[in-house]
Nanobody, 126 residues
Framework: EVQLVESGGGLVQAGGSLRLSCTAS????????IGWFRQASGKEREGVSC????????YYGDSVKGRFTAYRDNAKNTIYLQMSTLKPEDTAVYYC???????????????????WGKGTLVNVSS
């Protein structure tokens, strides 16, 4: 069974930090693109960061560049998202997603994600 499990969300004050983790099972982790998305209440889903298959360097969305850092550990089937200098506008449910044939669209979204985690809530207070 393909599964993605996120953890690490919570409540943090603006300017603080959090680290999210996503552990995968049920597929060959190294062969998949995998990344983080978020969705705030009333807003569209946004691509936060993504490791394309075979590329060790992740893409970042413009709104998080310089503040968020993503890591991928193939030995542990896990990706991490280190979030720093958090802002209230970072408040959202953060999802992990993976797929074998993923393409980065011109609007910054990622097409072709096959499986999704249930998400973890990040709440940044002002």
């Amino acid at each position: 069974e393909v599964q993605l499990v996120e953890s690490g969300g919570g409540l943090v004050q603006a300017g603080g930090s959090l680290r999210l983790s996503c552990t995968a099972s049920g597929f060959t982790f190294a062969d998949y693109a995998i990344g983080w998305f978020r969705q705030a209440s009333g807003k569209e889903r946004e691509g936060v960061s993504c490791f394309m298959s075979g590329d060790p360097d992740p893409y970042y969305g413009d709104s998080v560049k310089g503040r968020f850092t993503a890591y991928r550990d193939n030995a542990k089937n896990t990706i991490y998202l280190q979030m720093s200098t958090l802002k209230p506008e970072d408040t959202a449910v953060y999802y992990c997603a993976a797929g074998r044939d993923v393409r980065r669209a011109s609007d910054g979204d990622y097409r072709g994600m096959e499986c999704w985690g249930k998400g973890t809530l990040v709440n940044v207070s002002s």
